[in-house]
């Protein structure tokens, strides 16, 4: 089992940039799946990025790639989502969450584990 917790949210211009972190508990951090959701009010909670365990490959939402990079610290179990280029519509609760076996990386049903998540509001 393990436990996320999302931190480096904020309020952000447009065009600024935004460094999500997630501290897992736990000494088996490596043996995850990471993955970045993200639910703006009244809308379902999207795919946003995913990453392997040993972090060699990495995957993305199509309406964030190259502006969002997904990496990993297996030694400081921690992931981060760094968010360049903020766009309003890029407001949302950002969660991470964790699969040991992952059925599907696109879907929040895939995942085990979720953290409380960590509000990103842009303004423009």
């Known amino acids: 089992q393990v436990q996320l917790v999302e931190s480096g949210g904020g309020l952000a211009q447009a065009g600024g940039s935004l460094r999500l972190s997630c501290a897992a508990s736990?000494?088996?951090?490596?043996?995850?799946?990471m993955g970045w959701f993200r639910q703006a009010p009244g809308k379902e909670r999207d795919f946003v990025a995913a990453?392997?365990?040993?972090?060699?490959?990495?995957y993305y939402a199509d309406s964030v790639k190259g502006r969002f990079t997904i990496s990993r610290d297996n030694a400081k179990t921690t992931a981060y989502l760094q968010i360049n280029s903020l766009k309003p519509e890029d407001t949302a609760v950002y969660y991470c969450?964790?699969?040991?076996?992952?059925?599907?990386?696109?879907?929040?049903?895939?995942?085990?584990?979720w953290g409380q998540g960590t509000q990103v509001t842009v303004s423009s």
């Open positions: 969450a964790a699969a040991i076996t992952i059925s599907t990386l696109y879907r929040p049903s895939g995942y085990e584990y």
């Open positions: 736990g000494r088996t951090f490596s043996m995850y799946v």
């Open positions: 990453i392997t365990q040993s972090g060699a490959r990495t």
